[in-house]
């Protein structure tokens, strides 16, 4: 079964509006999870490394004041996108590092995505 | 700077066909190698991955890839290929053992009945 839950799985919302995203690793505890960002029909870019207890670490271009991420407990990392616009359409994938136990054996577990269609 | 290429943007064959999907990579030093697929409006699964050790590796669903250093691949290959098999396959490297993916552009397998 999952081990990373992402939450909403798809979200509309009108221009201007704030959306939250949830990333939770289900059975290990994930001191470092990534944001992605998937266009239609390309590769996944990486937008932030998420470190529990600390400020994220964002990606040249990802602008940290628009995508906000939040990583407060070992389970969970949220990614807000603030005063969403049309241009911040897209599928956001997370994923958590499992740095041991038996979820070690790959070295991050995705989330299913979540596809944000602003209007 | 650091890059993965996947030459190929779709790859189609038979059902029963052996199948290869290409990903050659530059990075220095020895990096980690992984191979995950996606599903439409799904998350990456992973399939397998080289950190160290023989060349040949065997993962999920009948998947294996061959590291080949002097060449800078890892191409993956399934000996016999279904059609469940027809998805979205990214070829990733991690420079180092900070697991910081890079991911390569995704090739699009067909495996038609």
């Known amino acids: 079964g999952a081990v990373v839950s992402q939450h909403p799985s798809w979200v509309i919302c009108k221009s201007g509006t704030s959306v939250k995203i949830e990333c939770r690793s289900l059975?290990?505890?994930?001191?470092?999870m990534f944001w992605y960002r998937q266009f239609p029909k390309q590769s996944l870019m990486l937008m932030a490394t998420?470190?529990?207890?600390?400020?994220?670490?964002?990606e040249q271009g990802v602008e940290k004041d628009k995508f906000l991420i939040n990583h407060a407990s070992l389970t969970l990392s949220t990614l807000t996108v603030t005063s969403a616009h049309p241009e911040d359409s897209s599928f956001y994938i997370c994923?958590?590092?499992?740095?041991?136990?038996?979820?070690?054996?790959?070295?991050?577990?995705f989330g299913d995505g979540t596809r944000l269609s602003i209007l | 700077a650091q890059s993965v290429a996947q030459p190929e943007d779709q790859v189609n064959v038979a059902e029963g066909n052996p199948l290869t999907v290409k990903c050659t990579y530059s990075?220095?030093?020895?990096?980690?190698l992984f191979w995950y697929v996606q599903y439409p409006n799904r998350g990456l699964q992973f399939l397998l991955k080289?950190?160290?050790?023989?060349?040949l590796v065997k993962g999920s669903y009948g998947f294996e890839a061959e590291f080949n250093k002097s060449q800078t691949s890892f191409h993956l290959k399934k000996p016999s290929a279904l059609v469940s098999d027809s998805a979205l396959y990214f070829c990733a490297v991690s420079p180092d053992s900070s697991y910081k993916l890079i991911f390569g552009s995704g090739t699009r397998l067909l495996v038609r009945p």
């Open positions: 059975d290990f505890q994930a001191t470092t």
């Open positions: 994923s958590a590092f499992a740095t041991g136990g038996p979820y070690s054996n790959q070295p991050q577990h």
């Open positions: 990075v220095s030093g020895n990096p980690y």
């Open positions: 998420s470190n529990e207890g600390s400020k994220a670490t964002y």
């Open positions: 080289y950190i160290t050790g023989d060349n």
